[in-house]
C-alpha cells in the first residue's frame, strides 16, 4: 500500500464512539505525540451546536438527529410502556445533552466490583484526574476530592430559592447537611450540593478533550456522520483472533475500512458498544445465528446485565412568588429575555441547568417491618439490595421550575409556579437486555430494560417516594408553601401509604439514562463476563469496551463522573501495554 493511502487508513489506536468515555481515551491517547489516533462518531461535531453549549438548551438535543432516539420495548413492569431512552448523537455524546451532575458514587459501590484496579480510591482518582474545580465563596468544598488540572471544568450551581427550602427540609427529616457529600464517596445519607459541569454559562463536555489535544497535537484524526458497522477479527481461535480493523459507513452510505496497528476501542455506549460486538461476530452464538452472523467468539454476556436508574417525578405547586425560576420561560414573554441574557451575557436561566438540592438516604428504618424485606435472602452485612450501610437505597433530587422528559407538559403558565422532588432507585435488582433487530449498523438494538421487574424494586422505589412527599408536605422548608400537586388534577401529595404509591410508580416510573453492564468485567470464572479487569474482551487480542457498559454493577449515583473515571482508566491502561 502506498505511504499516502497508509497515512489515511492506518493508525495507532482507533476510537469507536466520541462521546464521554471515547474523547477522554482518545486525548489522552495522543498526549503522546508520536502516535495516531482516528476517533468514528455517527453524529456530527458539536462545535457550533449552541443548544451543548448553553445548558439550557438540553431538551432541544432530543427527539431529532442529535439524539440516537432508542426507545424501548413495551415493559410490563411500567404497565406496558414503551420508555424513550435519549442519548447524545454527536461529538461528547451524553456530556452534551446530560443534566451536568458530578455525583460519584460512594467508594464501596467500586470496591463491590472486586476488579483488580478499580477499587473504590482508585476509581475516585480516575474521575478527580479528568476534573479542574472552579469554587464559590459561599461553597463549604472538600479539596482533596476535586481535581485540579484537568480538561473537565466543573463549579457548584447557585441554589434558587426553592432548593433552599428543600434542604431545609431534607436536614428536619432526618438528612444532616454535607455540602460536598457527593464527591467525597463517603456519605450514604444526607443532603448537600451536586457540583456540575458547567463554568462561566458554559456546558464543558468530553468534546473539550478532544477538540483542544487535536489543536494543541495536531495527531488526532476525527471522522464524524460515520457509523461503525463492525470490527474486523483475523486469525482463528486456535491461533488467536486479533481486532485489526473498523468497517463503517459515512453519511451517504459509503463504507470505508480503517485499519489498527495497536488497539481498537469500543466507547460505544451500553446499547451501541454491545450491538457492535454483536455485529463483529461476538456474543452469544444462538443470537447471532439468527442474523446469519457467524460466531467468532462465544460470549453469552454480551448484551446482558443492562442496569439502570429508575426515577419518578413528583411535582407541587407553590403560590409564592419568586421561589421557583418558572418565571423565566414560561410566563409571558420572558423566554426571549432570557435567551437574550444568555447570548449577550453567558448567564442567567439557560447557564445552568434546573436541578436544585440533591440528597442519599438509607431506607433501613422505613423498611423494617415489611414482610417482603424481611424475608428476602441477603448476604452478611448487606440489605436486599445488595447494598451496604455505606451505600444509599435512594437518591432524592428537586428541580427548581417544572420540566423534564417531554411527556411533562403541563407548564405552569398564567404566573404559576411549581418545582418538582423526584426519588431514583439505587441498586436496582432487575436486569435487562440489548439485542439486535438487524445486522443493519443503521438500526437501533432491541433495548428491554425490564423495569421493576423485580418486586424489591417496587418495594424500596415506592418508599422512596412515600419519603420524598414527607419530605416536601412536612419538611421545615416547604411545609407552608405547597399548595398542592401540580397539575392541579393530580393529588399525590395527599398519598400517605406505599400502596397509594405503588400504581403511580408504575404509571410514571422513567429512565435516569444511566444504561450500563452490558460488555461487564468480570474474573476469569464468570461465564457471563465480556471484559477482563484491563477491559479487553475476552477471546480477542487489540480490542476493548471503554464506557459504562463495562459496569459489574451500576454505582449509587450519576453515571456522568464513573464515565470520565472509565475513559481516564482506560487510556492508562493502554498506555501500559503499549
Known sequence: MSSTAESIDYYDYIV???????????????????????VIEAGQNSKDLENVHMVGGWSQNFDSETDWNVVTEPMAGVNNRQVKLSRGRFLGGCSGCNGTLCIRGCKQDYDDWEMEGWSGDEFFNAMKKAETFHGKPWFKVDEESHGSSGPLHTEPHDLAPISNLLIDSFVSQGLPLDPDMFSTGETSHGTGHAVRTVYK?????????LLNQKEQAGNITIKTDTTVSRVVLEGDAASGLRATAVQVKDA?????TYFARKDIVLSCGAYCSPAVLLRSGIGPKEELAQHGIKCLVDLPGVGKNLMDHLIVFMFYETEEEGLTTDHHVYHDDNFAKTYAVWKEKKEGFLSTFPFGAFAFARLDDRLENEPLWQNAPRKPGRDPMGLTPKQPNVEFFTTECYGGPK????????????????AELFGPRSRGTVALRSN????????DCNYLADPLDILVLSE????????VMNGAGTKDIVKGSWPPSSNHHTFKTREEWIPYVKEHATTCYHASGTCAMGKDDNPMAVLDNKLRVRGVSGLRVADCSVMPTLHGGHTQMPAYGIGERAADLIKETW
Not at 17 to 35: D, F, I, K, M, Q
Not at 201 to 209: K, V
Not at 252 to 256: D, E, F, L, R, S
Not at 464 to 471: K, L, Q
Open 440 to 447: 443493519d449498523p443503521l438500526q437501533n438494538p432491541v433495548v
Open 464 to 471: 422512596a417516594c412515600r419519603f420524598g412527599n414527607e419530605i
Open 407 to 422: 411527556q411533562y407538559d403541563q407548564f405552569p403558565v398564567d404566573h404559576k409556579h411549581a418545582f418538582s422532588m423526584i
Open 16 to 38: 469507536c464512539g466520541g462521546g464521554t468515555s471515547g474523547c477522554v481515551v482518545a486525548a489522552r491517547l495522543a498526549e503522546n505525540p508520536g502516535v495516531s489516533v482516528l
Open 201 to 209: 454559562g458554559f456546558r464543558t463536555t468530553s468534546a473539550d478533550f
Open 252 to 256: 451517504n452510505g459509503i463504507g470505508h
